[in-house]
């Protein structure tokens, strides 16, 4: 299946500023999601990445508070712009690994203080 | 996308048997089940998928009846590893490819 590295995989921030979220796979994948899990909570699909397209978001998340940027086949990045605590969450990014369903990267639990 | 129902929360014994079974009323006919297993502090990992009857591979089975609006994942001899949440998923390809909602999960809890 499909390997994916996911960076940073903690972080604390002050509020107001932005972290950037890096996935790397290890093969080339059409799409690639972007998901937030809060604590104790289930996920939620905050938006899905082709390459070469703008992202497609889900109702509740916008473009300015979480820019996508998806350069090539194997590589994405999701920003987290203009923190506030409520952004305090777990971040995860998945990649569409037919044979294996979806395969998941490890997480960046991001704290915003 | 289907919703799914599953329970919030089992508890088992270890050496048991655990059937977990997913609610999803409105699946469509392009649809697969998928089930996920997440640890604390690790992303969701794959444990089956299937469309339809009985799917087994070396972890767990998956029962999906003839209407297909429920699912029973199919744990055997369960260990205090096995505690875990899962998840039920229901999707299939749509203009863009998959895309995958999550429902609440089932917290399975494993005692000794």
């Known amino acids: 299946s499909a390997v994916i590295s996911q960076k940073p995989s903690r972080d604390i921030c002050q509020r107001g500023t932005s972290l950037t979220i890096q996935c790397q796979v290890d093969?080339?994948?059409?799409?690639m999601f972007w998901y937030r899990q809060q604590p104790g909570q289930s996920l939620t699909l905050i938006a899905t990445?082709?390459?070469?397209?703008?992202?497609?978001?889900e109702s509740g998340f916008v473009i300015d508070k979480f820019p996508i940027s998806r350069p090539n086949l194997t590589f994405s990045t999701l920003t987290v712009s203009n923190m506030s605590p409520e952004d305090s969450s777990i971040y995860l990014c998945?990649?569409?690994?037919?044979?294996?369903?979806?395969?998941f990267g490890s997480g960046t639990r991001l704290t915003v203080v | 996308l289907a919703k799914t129902t599953q329970p919030i929360s089992m508890d088992s014994y270890e050496g048991q048997e655990v059937n977990i079974t997913c609610s999803h009323n409105?699946?469509?006919?392009?649809?697969?089940i998928t089930w996920y297993q997440q640890f604390p502090s690790q992303g969701p990992r794959f444990i089956i998928q299937?469309?339809?009857t009985k799917v087994t591979n070396e972890v767990a089975s998956l029962f999906i009846p003839a209407d297909r609006k429920s699912s029973t994942l199919s744990l055997p001899r369960v260990s205090l590893s096995d505690t875990a949440v899962y998840y039920c998923?229901?999707?299939?390809?749509?203009?863009?490819?998959?895309?995958?909602?999550f429902g609440a999960g089932t917290r399975l809890f494993v005692k000794a």
């Open positions: 299937g469309y339809k």
């Open positions: 998945s990649v569409d690994d037919r044979l294996y369903g979806y395969t």
């Open positions: 990445a082709n390459q070469g397209s703008e992202a497609t978001y």
């Open positions: 093969s080339q994948v059409t799409m």
């Open positions: 998923l229901v999707g299939g390809p749509n203009t863009g490819g998959f895309k995958t909602i």
């Open positions: 409105n699946i469509a006919t392009n649809d697969y």
